[in-house]
Structure formats: C-alpha cells, structure tokens
C-alpha cells in the first residue's frame, strides 16, 4: 500500500489554522483520498492530558526544558500511535503543528539550543517528517489582537508581543531555509484571499500526487 501524505500547518496564535485545516481536508477528502486530521501537543487521549497540563494556569510553573519534553512526550504518543499508523494505511495526514512549533517556541520564543531540539526530533520521531508544512504567516499584533477575541489566554497565549515575535521569526528563517518543504501564505489579507490560497495549493498537491 503506498504511504500517505503527511502535512503540518503552522503559525502563531490567530492566524486561522483551524479554519485553513478544514478546508484543506475537505478537498483533500473530495479527491477520494481519505484524511486523519490532529493537533500538538495532543492528537491521543494521554496526549491531549499532556496538552492540558501544558496549557493550564497552574500555581507551579514549568520550567522551559520540562516544557519542551512535555512537547515531545506527547508528539511521541501521537506519531506512534497515530500519525505513523494513519500514513502506513495510506491516509493522509494533516496536523496542527508538529516539530516545527517546538523549534518556533521553544527555540525561537524560549530561546533554548536548536540543537537539542533537533536531537529530541530525531530521537521521537525519526525518519517521519512532513511532505509539506504550511505556515500561516502574519505578524504577531495582527494574530495576538484576532486571538484575544477566542476568550481568556492560556498558559503560553499570555505571553508577551516580544515573545510571539520571536516565534514568528523563527518560523520564516524556518520556511526560508527549507523552501522545498514550506509554502508562507500571507495571513494579513482577507479570508478570501487566504481561502484562494488554499484552494490552489490544495489543487497543485493533488495533481502531483
């Protein structure tokens, strides 16, 4: 059976991955291919623990290396057995964030060695790495001020603008030195506009597949 394709979407808060997510699985579904959609951290019922605990404004505070295991901790539950097992029966397999997101925040925003995180990637997951990632760019007042409307903050959505500039910083040098991988699609124009966007990729993936 030949392997499906997997796909990761990224961006800092309130660029409308959700939104873009289901759209693109929609058409990839159309097309006759069949889709498994998840998220990180989380994607498993343990994972989806962890990402509580990640998210939660708990009295005890998380140090940055705890963080980053806790990231990979999940994202090793949700590769092997999720991502893994949907690829190898042929599914398709599109994913809110993935590793990219710890080299972003936890590299980028926390400013731990990219090094280690590259180390950890390679230890949890290997050779399963994204056909594509998109990253749903804007700048961090534009997805900060269109994320605070989603209600109260969680533990890393009330960080500071310096620190989501960060992120989002890393992910374009992320997306400029891997341009074979990374599509940037400019999340500051309409939602029309994204959507277009979308739409094409969507198209230009399935008629290479």
């Known amino acids: ?13 309130g660029v409308g991955k959700s939104t873009h997510i ?12 069949e889709v498994l959609t998840t998220r990180e951290p989380g994607g498993t019922p343990l994972a989806e623990d962890i ?5 939660d404004h708990g009295d005890e505070p998380i140090p940055e290396i705890a963080e980053l295991l806790m990231m990979f901790a999940a994202r090793s539950l949700n590769v ?5 097992p949907a690829l190898n029966a042929g599914k398709w397999v599109i994913s809110d ?13 926390r400013g731990l060695p990219m090094d280690t995180i590259n180390q950890l990637a390679d230890w949890v997951h ?8 998109i990253l749903l760019d804007a700048p961090a007042e534009i997805g900060l001020a269109r994320a605070s409307s989603r209600g109260t903050p969680d533990r890393i959505e009330q ?22 991988r990374f599509v940037v699609i400019d999340t500051c124009r309409s939602l029309a506009d994204v959507d277009a966007d979308i ?11």
Do not use: W
């Not at 964030?97 to 925003?109: I, L, N």
């Not at 739409?199 to 597949?209: G, H, K, W």
């Open 97 to 109: 964030r993935f590793t990219d997101s710890s080299r972003a925040y936890q590299g980028g925003g």
């Open 126 to 133: 290997g050779d399963t790495q994204p056909d594509l990632t």
């Open 159 to 180: 960080e500071k603008h310096e620190f989501f500039a960060r992120v989002r910083q890393c992910y374009l040098e992320l997306a400029a030195a891997e341009p074979q």
């Open 1 to 13: 059976m030949q392997r499906g394709r997997f796909i990761t979407v990224e961006g800092i808060e």
């Open 51 to 55: 990402r509580k605990l990640l998210k």
């Open 80 to 84: 092997n057995n999720v991502i893994v």
């Open 199 to 209: 739409r094409a990729l969507a198209q230009q993936i399935l008629s290479n597949n």
């Open 22 to 33: 289901g759209v693109l699985s929609k058409l990839i579904a159309a097309a006759g291919h």
